[in-house]
């Protein structure tokens, strides 16, 4: 009799099949990681109201992201991450106002990123990388105030960066959004995150020419922005960074050592 069952983890082996269905209700944790699991998220996860943390990345997943999930308001962490799943990120997603990790990389995931993703006021990472997802980057992840790490690369998301990003002001480990379809110049506001790590603007069609205020990453260790369509010079400002990887495209006049691609 399992219906008291509130922690059960179980990565790490080379579990096939379904996730068992369906979860006792009285879950608290579930971890599957890095098995060999298949077909479809369980089909009473909108039932599991005292989930706090579901980890069932690196497996086979597939299917969709049922609305249901935005019933699981006591949810901390989501890690969907490295399966098969498709279909659209429900907008329903921004009810779990408790989410402070929300984890769906490497899917076949489509459509755009839904606004109400505003709501997730306790994210501190957000990795929607190597999906499909198209449309512009919602201004209103500038609201995140809480964000450490945002990771929107590899995707078909176009339009301009939005100015609103260097609001974010903890950003302090990774700001990702190389290979999408992004135009324009890059805003000046990034600047403002003086705390980030690594930057990576790169294999977009950004244009225009690169912000002096760039130059005030001090403790950025990797700012990337080779394979764009930038004009004019890299600032003088670029010198004083301590940066152990600066890679930009070699065409750009650069009065300081550096690495070019």
């Known amino acids: 009799n399992l219906s008291s069952l509130d922690y059960l983890d179980l990565r790490k082996n080379e579990l096939s099949g379904r996730i068992p269905s369906p979860l006792p209700l009285s879950i608290r944790e579930f971890v599957a990681c890095s098995n060999n699991l298949q077909f479809e998220l369980p089909e009473n996860i909108g039932e599991l109201l005292h989930l706090e943390h579901f980890w069932v990345f690196s497996n086979k997943l597939n299917g969709t992201i049922a609305s249901e999930i935005g019933l699981l308001t006591k949810l901390f962490s989501l890690n969907l991450g490295d399966n098969q799943l498709s279909g659209s990120i429900p907008s329903e997603i921004g009810q779990l106002t408790n989410l402070e990790s929300l984890i769906l990389h490497l899917n076949c995931l489509n459509g755009a990123i839904p606004s109400d993703i505003h709501a997730l006021v306790r994210?501190?990472?957000?990795?929607?990388?190597?999906?499909?997802?198209?449309?512009?980057?919602?201004?209103?992840?500038?609201?995140?105030?809480?964000?450490?790490?945002?990771?929107?690369?590899?995707?078909?998301?176009?339009?301009?960066?939005?100015?609103?990003?260097?609001?974010?002001?903890?950003?302090?480990?990774?700001?990702?959004?190389?290979?999408?379809?992004?135009?324009?110049?890059?805003?000046?506001?990034?600047?403002?995150?003086?705390?980030?790590?690594?930057?990576?603007?790169?294999?977009?069609?950004?244009?225009?020419?690169?912000?002096?205020?760039?130059?005030?990453?001090?403790?950025?260790?990797?700012?990337?922005?080779?394979?764009?369509?930038?004009?004019?010079?890299?600032?003088?400002?670029?010198?004083?960074?301590?940066?152990?990887?600066?890679?930009?495209?070699?065409?750009?006049?650069?009065?300081?050592?550096?690495s070019c691609q």
């Open 123 to 258: 994210l501190s990472e957000l990795n929607l990388a190597s999906n499909k997802l198209t449309d512009t980057i919602p201004t209103e992840i500038g609201r995140l105030s809480d964000l450490q790490t945002l990771s929107l690369e590899v995707n078909q998301l176009f339009g301009s960066i939005p100015s609103e990003l260097g609001k974010l002001s903890v950003l302090c480990k990774e700001l990702f959004l190389h290979q999408n379809m992004l135009v324009g110049p890059i805003p000046s506001e990034l600047g403002q995150l003086t705390g980030l790590d690594k930057l990576n603007l790169s294999r977009n069609y950004l244009n225009g020419t690169i912000p002096s205020t760039l130059g005030h990453l001090m403790e950025a260790q990797t700012i990337e922005l080779q394979d764009n369509n930038f004009q004019g010079s890299v600032p003088d400002e670029f010198c004083s960074l301590e940066t152990h990887t600066l890679l930009f495209d070699c065409y750009l006049p650069y009065s300081c050592p550096s």
